[in-house]
């Protein structure tokens, strides 16, 4: 894939973004608004999930052990 074809492929996803989100009909400074509240949305989300989701799937996985008969974490230590 050479430069031309990927610089109007990224064009056509840039207008593909403008025509289903409906911006192509902002101003300039309206569509710079509406674009930084958007990616500082998707921003926070990304980081929210990277921060949180392994802590509960951590304590999903502890409560769901507990639950189909795991041994907890105490007797498992003695153990070894």
């Known amino acids: ?13 840039y207008y ?3 025509l ?5 009909v ?5 569509k ?3 674009n930084s509240i958007l990616f500082s949305a998707i ?4 980081y929210t999930s990277y921060v949180f989701v392994p802590i509960h799937v951590r304590l999903a996985l502890e409560f769901f052990s507990g639950i189909f008969g795991g041994q907890p974490e105490s007797t498992m230590t003695l153990m070894n």
């Open 1 to 13: 894939m050479n430069f031309k074809n990927l610089r109007e492929y990224l064009a056509w996803l």
């Open 16 to 18: 593909q973004y403008l």
């Open 20 to 24: 289903i989100t409906g911006i192509y």
């Open 26 to 30: 902002l101003e300039p400074w309206e």
């Open 32 to 34: 710079s608004i509406f």
């Open 43 to 46: 921003a926070m989300v990304i």
